[in-house]
């Protein structure tokens, strides 16, 4: 599974940032420089029980959420906007209802809107970085049967999911990431001021919270928050009394016709997808479903006439052997053209800016006033930062304490993975690591699922034949999650840098959060395992990227020789149009550059359909008229309308799957046929 913005992994631009114009001291106070300085209090009062309880619920909602994406297309947009709106939201509403019932409570500050925000993101963001809609749902036998017969798809190569191992795995690989780089935080926050752009948005964001404007808007938030989950939930319920069959309800309602629904053209009434269109950026959107116009409506149709030639009449279009062999590997082509591309350009950048950064021997990195002395806001930044020291030794023993525990529990889980693969993984991961906080710092593109998928090819090959494809899926997560980790830190850091947020009690945020995760994760992945249909290509729930990242482990064991007739051909082509684009989007003029799609967003299309671009193309246009409307009130009441859309429909999902597994059925299957 893949996100949709290239900050926290992925695969598309980030979504835009509400940053302050210059001197806009009412969206953004840290650049307020003359107001008066806030008093310091300890790290412990930023760390509270109501925070905890909050980070605990926002996780737990955006865990469904995120879970529900990655099982049906994997196309994860990024919610941090939306979970620091959700913890400003829910903390600001439970002090006024306490202060309406005459009860005292501490004040709600910046400080503890970051920490929850940070706890919640870091609990949530395990549900997609740990694996569960690609590299460990891969493992599973379904997944082992769809990718068929091969070399390196031996016998005995798949683990079914299960709550113990699932856990225990991911406590064994997310936590080295929160270490590797501690000692460096200095150096790359405050020394070298890189922007982290994804960490500064987030900041100027929580600090416009925060201010007289934000109060008075964050009344009207909560208002259309509550109004728009309220109808999304009551929606999604509605629509589960018309489900009571394969191929029911709204969900398959052929907007377009018959004929475009066979192909996967017709909007099926999401509000997660609509509400994930109105937060991602227009241009993904219209990616989306460009990459389904020429997937199912041209290319598909088109080698689905040389069925019999091209791939055998007799099996299966859920084969790897027949037409969803090509739809696999032109989504893989596209996936890999852009990011080896991107993976390229970021790692030189990185060293062109290490290589500056080193021959100027001293960077000046303090913000001057006209009369060029330090600002005193920044002066108490920094001293906040540094007060929050956190001791290099303790970080090194715990990442080695850390090491030990993998290296030991990793092979009794997979006995396909040598504890060797683990110690290298291990021993790469803070280079690896270092390389790309710098790069994230640099363009906010954080490339740990590049390196996870570089990981997965080396290892996979290594291991051979027998082994390839577990220790390939294995290790590969391993190395992804110690660096994806470490540079969401490093943005986590940014944050509270600008918000004057102690170091210690993001790490202890974060620690928690992924705790968190580790734990509610696995626990919600088998409720919805369990409940549903997961992995089903012709189904709901696809997981679309499972078979993906199965069938790069197997391309890493057995070369281009597993792949169809004509399907190199394919991909080559398709290889080089991904990296065409991305080089387009970075050498044409701005004004032309903006309407140049992005590969990564056409390639889920490919494999899934058509539906939620459709949906996410509702979201976007809702947005662009509702900008040409009323921008002001647009601008503060898209993230608010868009998590109400987007959690009201995702929490459905939890209470659908009690009823399943409890065998109750909706009453009505609604469907439609063509007319006699």
């Known amino acids: 599974m ?17 940053v302050a114009a210059e001197g806009d001291r009412e969206s953004d106070p840290a650049l307020a420089l003359e107001r008066e300085l806030e008093p310091v209090g300890r790290w412990q009062d930023e760390l509270t029980v109501r925070g905890m309880v909050a980070a605990l619920l926002i996780g737990f909602i955006y865990t469904v959420i995120v879970m529900k994406i990655a099982l049906t297309t994997g196309l994860v947009p990024t919610l941090n906007v939306s979970a620091a709106l959700l913890s400003f939201l829910a903390l600001r509403g439970w002090t006024r209802l306490l202060d309406r019932f005459g009860i005292v409570s501490r004040p709600f500050t910046r400080q503890e809107n970051t920490i929850v925000q940070t706890c919640g993101v870091a609990c949530y963001t395990i549900a997609f970085a740990g694996g569960f809609g690609s590299t460990l749902l891969g493992l599973n036998k379904n997944t082992y049967e769809l990718a068929g017969d091969s070399p390196g798809n031996g016998p005995g190569s798949y683990k079914e999911p299960g709550i113990g191992w699932m856990t225990a795995f991911l406590f064994s690989c997310s936590f080295g990431g929160l270490l590797t780089l501690i000692p460096l935080r200095q150096v790359l926050v405050v020394d ?4 982290y752009p994804s960490g500064t948005a987030t900041a100027v964001l929580i600090n416009g919270f925060h201010t007289t404007q934000g109060d008075k808007n964050s009344k009207k938030q909560i208002r259309g928050f509550l109004k728009y989950f309220g109808g999304s939930f009551l929606w999604s319920f509605f ?5 009571g069959g394969d191929v029911c309800g709204f969900v398959q309602f052929p907007t377009f016709g018959l004929k475009a629904w066979k192909q996967t053209f017709f909007f099926d009434f999401s509000m997660t997808y609509v509400g994930a269109g109105m937060i991602c950026p227009h241009i993904v959107n219209i990616s989306t479903l460009l990459g389904a116009i020429l997937s199912y409506g041209i290319l598909w149709p088109l080698i689905s006439k040389n069925k019999g030639d091209w791939y055998p009449a007799n099996v299966k279009e859920s084969s790897m052997k027949s037409l969803y062999g090509y739809k696999a590997f032109i989504c893989i082509a596209l996936i890999m053209g852009d990011g080896l591309y991107h993976f390229t350009k970021i790692i030189t950048i990185t060293f062109k800016g290490m290589y500056r950064q080193f021959i100027r021997k001293r960077v000046d990195n303090r913000v001057k006033d006209v009369d060029n002395t330090v600002s005193l806001e920044d002066l108490q930044r920094d ?10 030794w303790m970080a090194y023993t715990g990442y080695a304490l850390l090491s030990v525990i993998a290296v030991v529990t990793t092979p009794i889980m997979f006995q396909q993975v040598k504890w060797y693969y683990v110690v290298i993984a291990y021993v790469v ?27 997965l090819f080396v ?4 291991a051979g034949r027998d082994n390839g494809v577990v220790a390939g899926l294995v290790v590969g997560t391993c190395v992804k999650q110690l660096v994806l980790i470490s540079a969401d830190l490093m943005q986590d850091f940014k944050t509270s840098y600008l918000t004057q947020t102690s170091p210690r009690s993001m790490m202890v945020a974060q620690a928690v959060g992924t705790a968190m995760g580790c734990i509610v994760s696995p626990l919600t992945f088998m409720l919805f395992y369990k409940a549903f249909d997961i992995g089903n290509p012709d189904g709901t729930w696809k997981a679309p990227y499972a078979l993906i990242y199965r069938n790069m482990a197997i391309l890493g064991v057995e070369g281009f020789s597993v792949l169809p007739k004509y399907c190199l051909a394919l991909s080559a082509g398709f290889f080089a149009f991904a990296a065409v684009l991305s080089i387009a989007r970075d050498v044409m003029p701005h004004r032309y550059r903006q309407y140049v799609p992005l590969p990564m967003a056409m390639a889920v299309p490919f494999l899934v359909g058509g539906s939620f671009a459709i949906d996410m193309c509702i979201g976007s246009l809702v947005v662009f008229v509702w900008n040409k409307i009323k921008k002001k009130e647009a601008d503060f009441m898209v993230p608010a309308v868009a998590s109400g859309l987007i959690c009201g429909d995702g929490i459905w999902t939890f209470p659908s799957s009690i009823l399943a597994l409890a065998k109750i059925k909706p009453p009505i299957c609604m469907n439609f046929t063509p007319a006699p």
């Open 2 to 18: 893949e996100a949709v913005i290239p900050d926290r992994t992925r695969i598309a631009p980030e979504i835009e940032k509400h």
């Open 192 to 195: 070298y001021k890189l922007v």
């Open 239 to 243: 629509q589960w009394f018309y489900t």
């Open 383 to 392: 001293e906040i930062f540094r007060k929050g020291h956190i001791p290099s």
């Open 429 to 455: 991961a803070p280079m690896l690591g270092f390389a790309n906080s710098y790069g994230t710092g640099l363009t906010d593109i954080n490339m740990g699922y590049n390196y996870g998928k570089i990981g």
């Open 459 to 462: 290892f996979a090959g290594w």
